[in-house]
Structures are given as C-alpha cells and as structure tokens.
C-alpha cells in the first residue's frame, strides 16, 4: 500500500496540470477575497451581513476551492486512461483495490491541504481588503473549526464525486463534461420536475452543506441565525454521503470486473 500511495503522490506532483489548477484556483480565490468581497464590496457587505461578513464567504469560497480540486482529483485516474497507463498501473499492484484506494487517499489529501489554506488565505484577504477600503470589521460570528470543516466535507465531496466519474466513466473528455453538466444543468431541471424534493439530489444536497448563513427578524429575537438550505447540514451530509457510498461501492466493483482500457 505504501508503494501505491507513493506512486500515485509521484503522478499528483509530477503533472504540470495540478500546478496550473491549482494556482489558477488561488488566483481567482485573491480576486475575489481580497477585491470583490474585501475592497469593492466590503463596507457594504459589512453593513448588510454584520457580524456574517467573514462566514458569509463560505460559499463562494467553498466553490471556488471545489471545482478545481475536483479537476485536479478528475485528471488524476483520466490521464491514465487517456494515456493509456492504467494497464501498467494495475500491473504493477498486488491489488486493484489498492491502486483505487491510493488515489483516494492521494486526492483527499490534496484536497484537504487545498481547502485549509485557502479558507484561512481567503478569510485574511477579506479582512485586508476590507480596510484597504477604508471599512470597520464588526464582531463577527464565526467559528473557524466549524467554517473549515463544512468547507472541507463541501469540497472532499465534490472531489470524490469526480473522481467517482471518471472511474465509472473512463474517459476524460466525457467525464469532464458531466462533472459540469450534472451539477448545475441536469440538477436545474430536475428540480423543475422534483420540486420540493429537489434538495435530495446529490450536488444540491452537498451544497446546502455550505449554505451561507444569513440574518432573519423574528417577532421575540430580533436577529437569529439560520442557513438558507431547506435540509439541516447533518442530513444534506449524510443525504451526499449515501450517494457516494452507493456510487463507489459500484465502481469499484466495476474497477475490480472490467479489463483494464
């Protein structure tokens, strides 16, 4: 297992593409921290959101942080199939089920350092730009451990679910596609036919885990806390966590059974 994990560490930082992901991931991650939310529209969120000014962010930081994780998890097992390497990676394993679960591991860690970093990176640029435009940080209602931890569940999940594509898949191109497909379009217009039940689905389900939280003026408690998702955080964690359970369940049986291109 050590030697799976090493060489599946090898293909993560010896590829140029994870560089260039991942820096275009920070890039956008600054601009929009440090400019969009901190400098340009930082007194102004600060005067609607309050003390939810820094925790506000954690869905579009969630995103940003997610997609490209995602992609860089999606080209890690892609390229071996486009390149046709998957045939010497399996050989040289005692296990199928070693090499998948290597890539795993290989991915979650990525991913993990990924998202800390740039929840932290992200929270600090907000602050600066929020005083470079002259703004005042209110008290803010944030718990650090709890704002890393949706993230990290939000952006894990998201990882896992590519990766979980191109298994079942095997193609890159394709596999790509419906990474950005399923999310976003095929979800929209399901929950036209679902409706309410539309929460359950799998990525609208893992995105209530990052749901912004948000003020509402109640009759006795004039602010009160709450998320903008219609499913509590446990149960849109454990509605996603069923997803993939069943999903790599099926594909690593299809990982064990099929021939190797």
Do not use: C
């Not at 939310?37 to 579009?60: D, F, H, M, P, W």
């Not at 990176?121 to 730009?129: E, N, R, S």
């Not at 990052?210 to 509605?239: F, H, Q, W, Y």
Request: no cysteine; aromatic share 12%; glycine share 8%.
């Amino acid at each position: 297992m050590i030697s799976a994990l090493r060489a599946e560490f090898r293909k993560l930082l010896t590829v140029r593409s994870t560089y260039f992901v991942t820096l275009f991931a920070f890039v956008l991650l600054v601009f929009m921290s440090l400019y969009v939310e901190g400098y340009k529209n930082g007194r102004e969120n600060v005067a609607v959101g309050g003390s939810l000014y820094l925790a506000g962010s954690i869905t579009q930081h969630s995103g940003i942080l997610a997609i490209f994780g995602a992609i860089v998890a999606l080209l890690l097992l892609a390229h071996e199939y486009r390149y046709s390497t998957i045939m010497y990676t399996l050989t040289s394993a005692r296990s199928r089920s070693k090499v998948l679960l290597a890539k795993m591991l290989v991915v979650f860690s990525y991913v993990f350092v990924l998202t800390v970093v740039g929840a932290l990176v992200g929270l600090w640029l907000m602050t600066v730009g929020l005083h470079w435009a002259g703004g005042t940080m209110l008290q803010q209602n944030i718990s650090i451990v709890t704002y890393i931890g949706k993230m990290l569940f939000y952006t894990e999940g998201y990882a896992l679910a590519a990766l979980l594509i191109v298994a079942l898949i095997r193609n890159q191109v394709a596999a790509i596609v419906v990474l950005f497909f399923e999310p976003g379009t095929f979800e929209a217009l399901m929950s036209l036919l679902l409706k309410s039940k539309s929460v359950y689905m799998p990525f609208m389900s893992l995105a209530q885990v990052v749901a912004a939280p948000v003020k509402e003026i109640g009759r006795n408690r004039p602010t009160i806390l709450s998320d903008t998702g219609t499913l509590s955080v446990e149960k849109a964690m454990l509605v996603f966590g069923i997803y993939l359970v069943v999903g790599w369940t099926i594909a690593w049986l299809l990982f064990l059974k099929r021939d190797a291109n």
